[in-house]
């Protein structure tokens, strides 16, 4: 009688086991990112500054690359933008790149 209720009992664990493991699994696969999307990461906003700010200021009447704004906005986390010196602006998302 004993041994039945020990078998019974380690049955009862061993299924709440599984089910905790497959109902963890799913919160996992299923979970979201905390920003929720795409954002300029810092190595975004080294290449924005290196090459995509310098290259497009490059222009000749741009008069050179000043600096730029990654991530722009806090709303708006994936957006970057590019100054020139002569005022020209350049607005991209990181998200093409």
């Keep these: ?20 493991c497959l109902g963890y699994s799913m919160l996992v696969l299923t979970a979201r990112p905390a920003y929720g999307g795409t954002v300029c990461e810092p ?9 995509i700010g310098p290259g497009f200021c490059a222009v ?3 008069g ?3 600096g730029a704004v990654c991530p722009d906005n806090p709303n708006y ?5 590019v100054y020139c010196r002569n005022g020209e602006m350049l607005q991209g998302d990181c998200s093409t790149f």
């Design 77 to 81: 986390p994936d957006v970057f933008i």
């Design 64 to 66: 050179g690359f000043r």
């Design 43 to 51: 190595e975004d906003c080294t290449l924005v500054t290196q090459q």
């Design 1 to 20: 009688m004993r041994d039945k209720l020990i078998r019974k009992a380690s049955v009862w664990v061993l299924c709440a086991v599984v089910v905790g």
């Design 60 to 62: 000749e009447g741009r």
